[in-house]
């Protein structure tokens, strides 16, 4: 039910993150490694893999566009690993390929939602995000954490409804491609 993962935190110190498990157990990480690899070098939005990835779970789709497999990463909150508020905790090797200039995001603990999930993350590059997390980073305060607190739910919300769309997509492109495959077969 739970994973733990390598993440790293306040000032570059690694640390291990608590999640629900979203994929199956021993999936390759070398898929989500390419991936970020591309999202890094390329200037396009910062999409999910999972509505394509067959590593996750039945459901796990679910869990992760509502938030819920962040939800034990509160443990990580009281142990002073993360805060409530924060930039996102990044894995290992997406940090060994960050710029002294990117590393700046991780100048404050790393939070379960920061201003990067609130301004449409999935519609974001990567530079875009670091953007995000720098300035959340120059301009913290009280009022800001409160107020992407506020925001966190309708992004979710958001989020939810984005994922909902892409799946009725493509489930109108296969329609349309099966009926293409069998009008050329009759």
């Known amino acids: 039910v ?3 993962q390598e993440r790293v935190g306040y000032r570059g110190r690694p640390f291990m993150c608590f999640k629900f498990r979203t994929m199956f157990v021993n999936a390759d990480a070398a898929v989500h490694k390419d991936h970020l690899e591309d999202l890094m070098t390329s200037n396009r ?14 459901g796990g789709i679910w869990l992760r566009a509502l938030g819920i497999d962040e939800l034990p990463q509160l443990i990580n909150v009281f142990r002073g690993e993360m805060s409530l508020v924060g930039s996102r ?7 060994e390929r960050y710029l002294p200039r990117h590393r700046g995001r991780c100048a404050t603990l790393p939070g379960l ?3 990067w999930q609130v301004n ?3 519609n974001t590059t990567f530079e875009e995000m670091i953007e ?4 959340y980073v120059r ?10 607190l506020v925001r966190t739910l309708p992004a979710v919300i958001h989020q939810t409804y984005q994922v909902r769309r892409k799946k009725r997509e493509a489930r109108k ?3 349309v491609a099966n009926a293409a495959v069998a009008s050329s077969v009759k």
């Open 2 to 4: 739970f994973f733990q």
């Open 45 to 58: 939005p910062m999409s999910k893999l999972d509505g394509v990835d067959p590593r996750v779970i039945p």
């Open 89 to 95: 905790p990044c894995v290992g090797y997406e940090y």
């Open 113 to 115: 939602t920061g201003l």
């Open 120 to 122: 449409d993350k999935n």
């Open 132 to 135: 995000l997390d720098l300035e």
């Open 139 to 148: 301009t913290q305060s009280l009022g800001k954490d409160l107020s992407i």
């Open 173 to 175: 492109q296969a329609t």
